[in-house]
Nanobody, 122 residues
Framework: QVQLVESGGGLVQAGGSLRLSCAAS????????VGWFRQVSGKERERVAT????????YYADSVKGRFTISRDNAKNTAYLQMNSLKPEDTATYYC???????????????WGQGTQVTVSS
């Protein structure tokens, strides 16, 4: 069993930075892949980034590549999403998710946080 809690969202100006945190409970978290997703009302949940359990590899959506960085600290049971050069189109509710073999689709992740709102003003 894994429980996830996101934090760090807020209102920022375009071009600014924000770091989201995902605090996890459960011993198995350190063996799971972590994904960050975002969702705008009325649209499907979109994968932003994924990191494997050992931080050996990462994946980024083209829309955020070069601007966002996913990382994790298994000793702290925490994952992060560093967001730089934010754009208004990054505005969304951001969720962290975890699963042993999570990939591109939201339904591949069994554990989810409640989300944190990120709003980027122009």
């Amino acid at each position: 069993q894994v429980q996830l809690v996101e934090s760090g969202g807020g209102l920022v100006q375009a071009g600014g930075s924000l770091r989201l945190s995902c605090a996890a409970s459960g011993r198995r978290f350190s063996t799971y892949r972590v994904g960050w997703f975002r969702q705008v009302s009325g649209k499907e949940r979109e994968r932003v980034a994924t990191i494997d359990w050992s931080s050996t590899w990462t994946y980024y959506a083209d829309s955020v590549k070069g601007r966002f960085t996913i990382s994790r600290d298994n000793a702290k049971n925490t994952a992060y999403l560093q967001m730089n050069s934010l754009k208004p189109e990054d505005t969304a509710t951001y969720y962290c998710a975890a699963d042993e073999y999570g990939g591109s689709s939201a339904d591949e992740y069994d554990y989810w946080g409640q989300g944190t709102q990120v709003t980027v003003s122009s």
